[in-house]
């Protein structure tokens, strides 16, 4: 496959967010607003938890495309810009997660 990336598919989401909610499930999850996009987003993440769980890969596969594109959905009605979240991810290499952890429940 191509070098497809989760920033063509944010490019996409903003693209399709601005169609018709009759041609298009991203309109159509946008228009209906963050409750039902995150309701959905919530769904998709038990699936992808299930899917983990039964280690079937194809599954597991398909529902993390799933998660990821309504997470982009949710960050689209947001307004977060997928480059924030990938500053944070940035600004989080300079620790490990355990180190980071660690320092919270120090406070
Ligand atoms: N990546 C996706 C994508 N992944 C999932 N979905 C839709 O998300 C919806 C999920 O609904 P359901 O929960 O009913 O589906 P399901 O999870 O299979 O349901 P179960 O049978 O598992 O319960 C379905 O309509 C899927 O088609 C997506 N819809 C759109 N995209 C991307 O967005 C583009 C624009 O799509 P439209 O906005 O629909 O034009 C597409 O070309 C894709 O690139």
Redesign the pocket.
């Given at each position: 496959m191509s070098g497809f990336s989760l920033s063509d598919?944010e490019a996409?989401?903003s693209e399709?967010a601005k169609?018709s909610a009759d041609?298009?499930?991203?309109?159509k999850l946008v228009l209906a607003g963050q409750p039902k996009a995150a309701k959905k987003l919530g769904?998709e993440a038990i699936?992808t938890v299930m899917a983990a769980l039964t280690n079937d890969r194809d599954n597991l596969t398909y529902e993390a495309?799933?998660l990821l594109?309504h997470l982009m959905v949710v960050l689209k009605i947001a307004e977060i810009p997928l480059q924030d979240v990938m500053n944070e991810l940035e600004r989080r290499t300079s620790r490990s997660g355990i180190a980071e952890k660690a320092s919270r429940q120090d406070q």
């Amino acid at each position: 496959m191509s070098g497809f990336s989760l920033s063509d598919l944010e490019a996409i989401v903003s693209e399709r967010a601005k169609a018709s909610a009759d041609e298009s499930w991203t309109a159509k999850l946008v228009l209906a607003g963050q409750p039902k996009a995150a309701k959905k987003l919530g769904e998709e993440a038990i699936e992808t938890v299930m899917a983990a769980l039964t280690n079937d890969r194809d599954n597991l596969t398909y529902e993390a495309a799933d998660l990821l594109y309504h997470l982009m959905v949710v960050l689209k009605i947001a307004e977060i810009p997928l480059q924030d979240v990938m500053n944070e991810l940035e600004r989080r290499t300079s620790r490990s997660g355990i180190a980071e952890k660690a320092s919270r429940q120090d406070q």
